[in-house]
């Protein structure tokens, strides 16, 4: 085999891997009983995947700054108190405010 030949193998036997690989990952960012480290990589995984499928001119309109970014109320607190924050989950891009977040960003129902 020539070395184009060998590079196109692995190519395609990664794009294998990763299509058999993607659904695992999917069903196991949904259960809670994950660890804080293991959601962490298998959300980076997911969203690192996802840059890569994006056109590039969607990926750079997703990745917004805090200050263009919504407001939202946060998921912890009761709905009585009514807390806006532009801060998110690390892990479920959820809104967090700053009472009920760490200094990595993630929420406190992340971190059980």
Same mark, same amino acid.
């Given at each position: 085999? *020539?070395?184009?030949?060998?590079? &196109?193998?692995? /190519?395609?036997? /990664? $794009?294998? $891997?990763?299509?058999?690989? /993607?659904?695992?990952?999917?069903?196991?960012?949904a259960q809670t009983n994950l660890s804080r480290n293991l959601r962490y990589m298998i959300n980076t995984a997911l969203e690192d995947e996802r840059a890569? *499928?994006?056109? $590039?001119?969607? !990926?750079?309109?997703?990745? &917004?700054?805090? !200050? *263009?970014?919504?407001r939202g109320r946060c998921c912890i607190c009761p709905r009585q108190k009514d807390n806006k924050t532009t801060m998110r989950c690390s892990l479920r891009n959820s809104s967090?405010?700053?009472?009920? !977040?760490?200094?990595q960003l993630i929420c406190l129902s992340c971190q059980k």
């Open positions: 085999m *020539t070395s184009c030949q060998e590079d &196109d193998r692995v /190519l395609f036997k /990664l $794009a294998t $891997a990763k299509k058999r690989v /993607l659904p695992e990952l999917e069903r196991r960012q890569q *499928t994006q056109p $590039a001119e969607e !990926a750079s309109v997703s990745t &917004d700054s805090t !200050a *263009t970014r919504k967090v405010c700053s009472r009920n !977040a760490k200094k």
